[in-house]
């Protein structure tokens, strides 16, 4: 009787998930702590809200036949959908009902949580990556937008870039609003479909674009989009007017002002920008980086956006009536850190330990000593965690790039005196133990 053959589970991660290692996730740490330094400084809240919610309850996904699996991971619990959230703008209109009569008015939050979107992935663009928003909830003021658009701008100064490494695009829905009464288009899902194919401008040019508009369109892979189904001279018209530098709204109007009396001036007023989110009311802006961003095999990449957002009244009416105008904006933390690392060369701190190498295990106690004496000093150091001869113990301390080992055999025991090996150098020096934590801070 032959065995069955065990299949073994794959290595290999799903498309659109990446591993994050030491040095981006502390570029990204970095990041983070610059953003909250300027979200205390801005007067936000700080909030967090779950990983899943209830499908209906964010709102752009609804169930599609038996799963409703369009852009969204969901699964069915007790006879509800529910979802992992694609972004946080949702889930806040969400808390805002629920708490609408303790919270203030305006609400300021802001939060970082990891989303998922069950779409393609493409290059710097994953299924799971870390979000942040800013939001003001509660207020139709204008300067609430100008001061977003202001508020990124500082975030990514403090992160190393220069006012030339990035502009902020700015349009309103207004516009397409227009255009669509224009060319008498009134099908909701229609219209969404020409918004998510306009959204596409960046990434794949007026051709592409008018694909989506069209018919359809079919990518490199094969796959095919189905399009708006608009006729070509509607189509022409939607381009020559999105193409028009100087659109008349009054609510781009009275941005411009506000952002002349913050004298800001790293912005463009760009129609192209559309937002695929159907939620947008008024005002849009997107955060577009102006340098060159590479894959990992260094070829040149269409990377859009790192950000945006934009007015968004009627949200939190879904849930009922409520007063609630808002307006947020988000930035996608993994793509802004990829990109960032390209641009610039971060001096983050890898803290790595010392080596403490045992020869006799019997000795254990005094490796321990020695280690809670170093660790009191504020030095990361470890005794070799695992098993072998000191050949293996030094391969491990190479591998992990400790900066030293220690080496405290019997007769440093004795004599008080540990053996400190620099590994870049490859010099030695026997030191009292007094004298250790001092000639270790030489080093690291």
Known sequence: MTKEKKNKPSKELPLGFVDRQEKELLIRDFIISNIKEIMVKYGFQ??????????????????????????????????????LRYDLTAPLARYVAKNYLEIPKPFKRYQLGTVWRNEKPGP???????????????????????????????????????????????????????LFKK??????????????????????????????LGKGRKDKSGDFTKGANLSSENIEIIEKELKNKSPETEDLKEMLKILDDYKFKNFEINPTVI????????????????????????????FGSIGGGGRYDNLVNNFGNYEAPATGISIGLDRLVYALMQKKEFKVKESKPLVICIFDKSAMKEYIN????????????????????????MEYANKIKSPAVILYGENEIKSGKPTLRDLKSGTEKSIEIKELINEIKKII
Request: aromatic share 10%; with cysteine; net charge negative.
């Open 275 to 302: 937002r695929g989110l159907e939620y947008y009311t008024g005002p849009i802006f997107e955060v577009n980086l102006k340098f060159d961003v590479k894959n990992d095999k260094g070829k040149v990449i269409q």
């Open 370 to 393: 020695l280690q809670t004496l170093l660790r009191a000093a504020d030095i990361s150091v470890e005794i070799y965690p695992g098993e072998g001869k000191l050949k293996k113990q």
């Open 124 to 178: 710097g663009r994953f299924r799971e990556f870390l979000q942040f928003d800013a939001d003001f909830v509660g207020t139709k003021s204008l300067q609430a937008d100008v001061e977003l658009c202001v508020m990124i701008s500082e975030i990514l100064d403090k992160c190393g870039l220069s006012k030339s490494d990035y502009i902020i695009k700015i349009s309103s829905r207004k516009i397409t609003e227009e």
């Open 46 to 83: 700080y909030l967090e809200t779950p990983s899943f919610e209830y499908t209906d309850s964010i709102g752009k996904f609804l169930p599609d036949k038996d799963r409703p699996d369009q852009g969204v991971f969901s699964f069915q619990d007790e006879k509800k959908w529910l979802s």
């Open 183 to 212: 060319i008498n288009i009134v099908d909701e899902s229609q219209k969404l479909a020409a918004l998510r194919a306009l959204d596409k401008i960046d990434r794949l040019g007026w051709d592409g674009v008018k694909q989506l």
